[in-house]
């Protein structure tokens, strides 16, 4: 039995606290779907809700391009679990147009900025990384490429100094330094090791070195723009620091071997993950690798734009070929050295799987990102989805997996799958 303890309030009318965007929702049988399965779907996101574990979550859906669900249930701020008691008195309602932090969901969009420069002939994915930083070609690194860190096989998965403050995280160039100065671990194509930190640095530095940009107004100019998002950023100006959903520690404490293997992979114990994103420093610093911010709609925009073959409404963000070679298997399905768990990547991608994946059952061809343990954005060709489930309650509770996973299952039970073909 679970003990009843930081968790957030429920109240007893859900609709108190669920936003519908209806002006966007079409009606699902446009799309070969019914009423019944979109509320099958939300149904599943309000048993998660109702664990406690969640204060807020977001969720959009485009099947053929159209939107069949968008919504958000909970609290943006104010309703925390109860070890945070005392930090918020105002309670402001989650809604389907607040930003929230993809953590490492980011990863995946940033990915498609080195593939936007290939797509240009500024680099290729397989030249070694010291080609464009030199001062990364030493202490074992001198030939590891590009797409080994794009793929987690670069043998740098950590930021190499024990026991890092989370403060690190904001000052770019001494993570840089950091890396550049360490020493690569089993740097090679077969072994694999989640770079939770490490990759997002280096592939960001090269996005710099290449364009003379920022890499945030890289990003804004190669994919926030013509996507039209207010939002898809690396952290949030100050104008909007207000409006930011704020993230939670909630449920049963980890316990061994979870917490070794949640520090291992984040270099920081992962309670302390939920408190430094809420700060402004987090929300003024640029961590390619993990604080992209925006709405659930906004990133399932950004997939939709990979189903079509890169286009959205007209602009042609990325080439065909592009998204194809993003979308490629790195390599085979593996037992990952940091996160321990079966995962296949692509150059940039978390990819799916036939049996169960990330992304429920047969979805072999499903791409998409996990972030800091239940947020999940996806595109899935075979079914025509583009998903985007956002969240702000940071938990490794033994229930929150079962709940996740029911949504997960759900959204590919009930988008069936269909024949199409990536737009040329």
Same mark, same amino acid.
């Given at each position: 039995? +679970?003990?009843?303890?930081?968790?957030?309030?429920?109240?007893?009318?859900?609709?108190?606290?669920?936003?519908?965007?209806?002006?966007?929702?079409?009606?699902?049988?446009?799309?070969?779907?019914?009423?019944?399965?979109?509320?099958?779907?939300?149904?599943?996101?309000?048993? +998660?809700?109702?664990?406690?574990?969640?204060? $807020?979550?977001?969720?959009?859906?485009?099947?053929?391009?159209?939107?069949?669900?968008?919504?958000?249930?909970?609290?943006?701020? &104010?309703?925390?679990?109860?070890?945070?008691? $005392?930090?918020?008195?105002?309670?402001?309602?989650?809604?389907?147009?607040?930003?929230?932090?993809?953590?490492?969901? !980011?990863?995946?969009?940033? #990915?498609?900025?080195?593939?936007?420069?290939?797509?240009?002939? *500024?680099?290729?994915?397989?030249?070694?990384?010291? *080609?464009?930083?030199?001062?990364?070609?030493?202490?074992?690194?001198?030939?590891?490429?590009?797409?080994?860190?794009?793929?987690?096989?670069?043998?740098?998965?950590?930021?190499?100094?024990?026991?890092?403050?989370?403060?690190?995280?904001?000052?770019?160039?001494?993570?840089?330094?950091?890396?550049?100065?360490?020493?690569?671990?089993?740097?090679? *194509?077969?072994?694999?090791?989640?770079?939770?930190?490490? &990759?997002?640095?280096?592939?960001g530095e090269i996005v710099q070195r290449i364009t003379g940009m920022s890499v945030n107004d890289y990003l804004q100019e190669t994919i926030s723009k013509p996507l039209g998002a207010k939002f898809l950023t690396y952290g949030l100006p100050k104008k909007h620091h207000d409006i930011a959903a704020f993230n939670y520690s909630t449920g049963a404490d980890p316990t061994f071997p979870i917490n070794i293997l949640a520090k291992r992979a984040l270099g920081i114990e992962f309670e302390k993950v939920s408190n430094i994103s809420n700060t402004s420093l987090f929300m003024d610093a640029c961590i390619p690798a993990g604080n992209i911010y925006?709405?659930?709609?906004?990133?399932?925009?950004?997939?939709?734009?990979?189903?079509?073959?890169?286009?959205?409404?007209?602009?042609?963000?990325?080439?065909?070929?592009?998204? *194809?070679?993003?979308?490629?298997?790195?390599?085979?399905?593996?037992?990952?050295?940091?996160?321990?768990?079966?995962?296949? +990547?692509?150059?940039?991608?978390?990819?799916?799987?036939?049996?169960?994946?990330?992304?429920?059952?047969? #979805? !072999?061809?499903?791409?998409?990102?996990?972030?800091?343990?239940?947020?999940?954005?996806? #595109?899935?060709?075979?079914?025509?989805?583009?998903?985007?489930?956002?969240?702000?309650?940071?938990?490794?509770?033994?229930?929150?997996?079962?709940?996740?996973?029911?949504?997960?299952?759900?959204?590919?039970?009930?988008?069936?799958?269909?024949?199409?073909?990536?737009?040329?």
């Open positions: 039995m +679970f003990k009843k303890t930081n968790l957030v309030s429920i109240p007893k009318t859900l609709g108190q606290v669920t936003h519908i965007n209806s002006s966007a929702e079409i009606s699902p049988y446009d799309v070969n779907m019914t009423r019944e399965n979109v509320e099958a779907i939300w149904n599943t996101v309000e048993s +998660f809700y109702k664990t406690g574990l969640q204060p $807020g979550l977001s969720l959009t859906i485009r099947r053929h391009g159209e939107v069949i669900l968008d919504r958000a249930i909970g609290h943006a701020r &104010g309703n925390e679990p109860t070890r945070y008691t $005392g930090i918020s008195s105002e309670k402001v309602e989650l809604t389907t147009d607040t930003p929230i932090c993809l953590f490492s969901a !980011s990863k995946a969009i940033t #990915a498609m900025l080195i593939h936007k420069l290939q797509e240009q002939g *500024k680099l290729n994915i397989n030249d070694r990384v010291a *080609k464009y930083i030199p001062e990364f070609g030493t202490n074992g690194k001198e030939n590891i490429t590009i797409s080994q860190v794009l793929s987690h096989r670069a043998g740098v998965p950590t930021i190499p100094i024990k026991n890092p403050d989370p403060s690190l995280l904001f000052r770019w160039t001494t993570v840089i330094d950091l890396i550049n100065a360490g020493y690569a671990k089993d740097a090679d *194509k077969a072994n694999q090791a989640y770079h939770a930190i490490t &990759g997002g640095y280096v592939v925006g709405t659930a709609d906004e990133v399932s925009r950004f997939y939709q734009m990979m189903l079509n073959g890169g286009m959205w409404e007209g602009k042609q963000l990325f080439e065909p070929e592009t998204i *194809k070679r993003a979308i490629e298997p790195a390599g085979p399905l593996t037992i990952d050295g940091m996160l321990m768990i079966p995962m296949r +990547f692509s150059n940039g991608f978390m990819l799916g799987e036939d049996l169960v994946s990330l992304y429920g059952t047969k #979805a !072999s061809k499903a791409y998409g990102h996990l972030g800091l343990i239940n947020i999940v954005s996806w #595109a899935d060709p075979s079914r025509d989805i583009a998903v985007a489930l956002l969240n702000t309650g940071k938990s490794l509770d033994p229930r929150s997996l079962p709940a996740l996973g029911k949504i997960l299952l759900s959204i590919s039970k009930n988008c069936s799958v269909v024949h199409r073909t990536i737009k040329q």
